[in-house]
């Protein structure tokens, strides 16, 4: 079993780095953070390669494999995170090489080391990041009992709640070709709706556009068909974390899901941020994971010591929604809502021992979202259609604007982060995008 | 728009080969065919490649390219059908490609000509398949109204054929991970289920362990994402048809399945027939779309003459199952049902127009199943579901044996055709797959 669970010399919140911008104390992304990307200089042809956040800047893993300032597992690690365009190749060595990876670099850009790494640093404002991996198959789980208990109310007035739901991490499979990195755009996708009143459906530009505040993970080494993963061994088959916007076509969802899942509301995009923090990066925020008494306790596969004492992960997510008017005004981004993955009903451990336990396989760049992560309060919600009830209530967003799903021009932002005191901070950055208007 | 509908010099029936066995009556690849597959000799270290079967023949793409035996498009085509070991690019390169390369194909082994392709040709008893496609994505769909009628009885009594059911080509992401080619084994899969007299669910192997009869659709040339692809430009965008055996774990399903639809009832294994069968090939068997006047018309966009005229395509589709018995007895297949995927409810053409009505991106070599290809009699049933009438009545192998749903060891084969009066015949092969024990 793999040891990014634990504790070691790169969580110490006293390390500091030279890089000084990685020291202020709202970075994301401080010398304990070190996650990973795919990025080129913005505008440019270079090809894209592994790169890591200190700070305000990357470490481009091209110029520390050139230079070979690494040597053993850390140097085969950045090696193989810059020979490729994705970070599939580096994600399927396993976790141990990039954890050495993680303590080289930790060592590099501590405050007092020799700078040797100053060649290789790239300003994130002058980079432009892709996919971090090619995503062979991307599954959407349904974790937030909260969300699934709202909008069950919606679709099944009397029936909100199934009843497999506290027994099953219900999951579906979902489009890999359109997921996208921050900074997409996409076109309000045209699709079939029925209105309750209509006789009949029609085709027409989305009416109820909606995100979801997700959490992104990628798998890291892989399994064999027919071979599961045990739940107390999926440390060892998961990379990182990111944030995760998985658009939403409600009106689209109520007439089509039925009665094999959602489909073309689903699928038109979906968004990642472009840096994966590392469940190694996470272990200081990992919490105990609880099933209330009154509720069904998981079945065996699904249970562990392990997973009840750290399964959880107490990470704060945030949605912000800015319109065009507060583009054209330069106001700030609205906060609409702000959640926590702790609140999950199910924990990432459980997704992935879940997942295979029928022998399904999973590769390295897989890519599994949570659901929407919705927390028990109104304000918590990870939706529009949370937030409008349903589409029934508007929500203010204090400049004379307000919206009950999302116009065209909105650009929705994700942001992430853990914090806490005795720890350093660990930033998700953000992901950003932005509807444009039907093609129809 | 293309002209892969249209018949031209190579759709003759009356066209022989030099390659004797494709003249026989029952090939199932006579030069009227030329299905593309990736291949190399069984065993060997070579790497895969393109090839084209031609009667108990294959062609090697990659000799033909070394040793430039064509020229123009079709040397182009070939060129790129054996540079890497999956035919993703040369379906990309679109239709006008494979139709150039199949006319020099055709042209060279026709009787009578210089036998150039002789030292080109490997047999096929001397070759072992892959993959032809690195599966980005797979959508399987559920256009056979009669399946989901059946189906539909069995989990829903009261409510089998939803209302979106004749407005909307229903269809849901599957899993590509573990797709695999003919000569696939897989383990029973392990899962959740709840009989409906259980309290609780518990984990075992699967008991209801079904394949379910499908036609496999390959994407040529992609969209961009944002832009729908016409109902009348499908054509341009279709590479070819195979067989599918989307293997099911009933039980599982029933278990997990709402409200997201199917997930590890699905994903532990679903198995391809190695060849691909141009939409070219299948011009003689196009036929008349039509739809119950009592039904409801398509919308806009799933409708148009020319679907109407020629939207469907006559091919026959067979099940046989092999078991241990059978196999240690040498006793023959036995066949269990026959359908035709001219009983489909949508054409293939309306699953590419509605797939990409809301702008989601396909790429050369995603791929659609049909869904389960059921006919209007109980002899054309296409999964075990349906002909053990959900379980409860056994099927008669006829040797002392019986099915109500798979055993281990049993082998199922899915077989398809097309064959008339006036028209060669076009096969496309087998595929076979073999359920092992359950790993638990």
Not at 156 to 173: A, C, F, S, T
Not at 258 to 269: E, R
Request: hydrophobic fraction near 35%; glycine fraction near 10%.
């Amino acid at each position: 079993m793999s040891n990014v669970n634990k504790l070691n010399e790169t969580h110490d919140p006293a390390l500091k780095s030279w890089v000084d911008s990685a020291n202020q104390t709202n970075s994301d992304f401080p010398i304990q953070n070190l996650p990973f990307a795919v990025f080129r200089r913005s505008g440019s042809n270079e090809a894209f390669r592994g790169g890591v956040a200190i700070g305000d800047q990357v470490v481009d893993l091209e110029a520390v494999a050139e230079n070979e300032l690494f040597s053993g597992e850390a140097a085969a690690a950045a090696a193989k995170a810059c020979a490729q365009p994705t970070l599939n190749s580096f994600m399927g060595m396993g976790v141990a090489y990039a954890s050495a990876l993680r303590l080289a670099l930790s060592r590099a850009l501590r405050e007092g080391g020799d700078k040797a790494l100053q060649s290789c640093l790239i300003a994130q404002s002058d980079v432009e990041f892709d996919l971090p991996a090619t995503i062979g198959d991307y599954t959407d789980f349904y974790t937030s009992v909260h969300h699934a208990t709202s909008v069950g109310k919606l679709f099944r007035p009397d029936n909100p709640l199934l009843p497999n739901y506290k027994w099953v991490p219900i999951g579906y499979h979902g489009r890999s070709s359109s997921i996208g990195v921050s900074g997409q755009t996409f076109h309000r996708p045209v699709g079939q709706t029925k209105a309750p009143d209509a006789e009949v459906p029609s085709l027409g530009p989305c009416k109820r556009l909606d995100y979801e505040l997700e959490l992104g993970i990628y798998i890291g080494q892989g399994n064999e068909m027919g071979d599961a993963i045990e739940l107390d061994d999926s440390d060892d088959h998961v990379f990182g974390f990111c944030l995760f916007n998985d658009w939403s076509a409600r009106d689209i969802q109520a007439w089509e899901y039925q009665p094999l899942g959602p489909f073309l509301a689903k699928n038109f995009a979906s968004t990642v941020s472009p840096w994966i923090v590392t469940l190694e990066a996470m272990a200081p925020y990992r919490t105990p994971w609880t099933r209330d008494a009154a509720d069904p306790q998981p079945l065996p596969y699904l249970e562990s010591d392990a997973n009840r004492e750290q399964g959880g992960f107490d990470i704060k997510l945030e949605v912000l929604i800015q319109t065009e008017k507060m583009r054209l005004e330069n106001q700030e981004d609205k906060s609409v809502s702000l959640s926590n993955f702790s609140y999950s009903y199910w924990t990432v451990a459980q997704m992935v021992a879940h997942h295979t336990v029928n022998g399904c396989n999973l590769k390295p760049g897989d890519f599994l979202g949570s659901g929407t992560q919705s927390g028990p309060d109104y304000e918590e919600s990870g939706s529009l259609l949370e937030l409008s009830r349903g589409g029934k209530e508007s929500i203010d967003l204090g400049n004379g604007e307000s919206r009950t799903f999302l116009n065209d021009g909105d650009t929705v932002v994700l942001k992430g982060w853990c914090q806490k005191e005795g720890a350093a901070r660990i930033g998700f950055g953000e992901v950003r995008s932005t509807v444009l208007p039907a093609k129809i």
